[in-house]
């Protein structure tokens, strides 16, 4: 729970699960950092699904709340490019061989821009949201995002990752 400017305590659910998944795609990058090269390709796949489902609930779930704050709008604006920097990075990592230099080049390149991108919203966008936004909208969207990940999750369960160098 966080103040909201002498009000009453707004919950940050939300915003704890987007930062929670900003986690597990470190965690998948370093993961894929130290990994012997049989083990790039499903790593790989983990960590282009983690990606894209965590970059899809930020901006259908909080960018669009967002952008209606002046405060943080250049920011989300920023967050948006980073967001479309990201995966085109993995799309370039896709077409390369991961066991080489380009390939190591291009996850450094990606970790780099992930973790700006992860710091910016969790110490500068978040802290604003969680003083901008009415304790409702907070709840609104925490259930849309649990909603989100359910369906998800349903949906991984029936898919495989895609690795480097294979297609859907």
């Known amino acids: 729970m966080a103040l909201h400017e002498g009000k009453e305590p707004?919950?940050?659910d939300l915003l704890d699960s987007l930062a929670s998944g900003h986690r597990s795609v470190r965690r998948i990058i370093d993961e894929l950092k130290?990994?012997?090269?049989?083990?790039?390709e499903y790593l790989f796949g983990k960590l282009q699904a983690a990606y894209l489902r965590c970059a899809e609930l930020e901006e259908k779930n909080f960018y669009r709340k967002m952008e209606e704050y002046r405060e943080v709008a250049g920011l989300i604006y920023?967050?948006?490019a980073d967001h479309e920097v990201i995966r085109e990075l993995l799309q370039q990592?896709?077409?390369?061989?991961?066991?080489?230099?380009?390939w190591r080049t291009k996850l450094e390149l990606?970790?780099?821009t992930f973790?700006?991108?992860?710091e910016r919203?969790?110490?500068q966008v978040f802290p604003v949201a969680a003083r901008l936004l009415p304790e409702r909208a907070l709840h609104l969207m925490v259930e849309q995002l649990r909603e989100e990940q359910e369906e998800g999750a349903q949906t991984r369960?029936?898919?495989?990752?895609v690795g480097p160098g294979r297609r859907t």
């Open 93 to 102: 990592l896709e077409r390369l061989d991961p066991d080489s230099g380009r």
């Open 157 to 161: 369960r029936h898919r495989h990752p």
């Open 78 to 80: 920023d967050a948006m």
């Open 121 to 123: 919203e969790e110490h």
């Open 10 to 12: 707004v919950d940050v």
């Open 110 to 112: 990606l970790d780099e």
């Open 34 to 40: 130290s990994s012997a090269a049989n083990d790039k």
């Open 115 to 118: 973790e700006a991108h992860a």
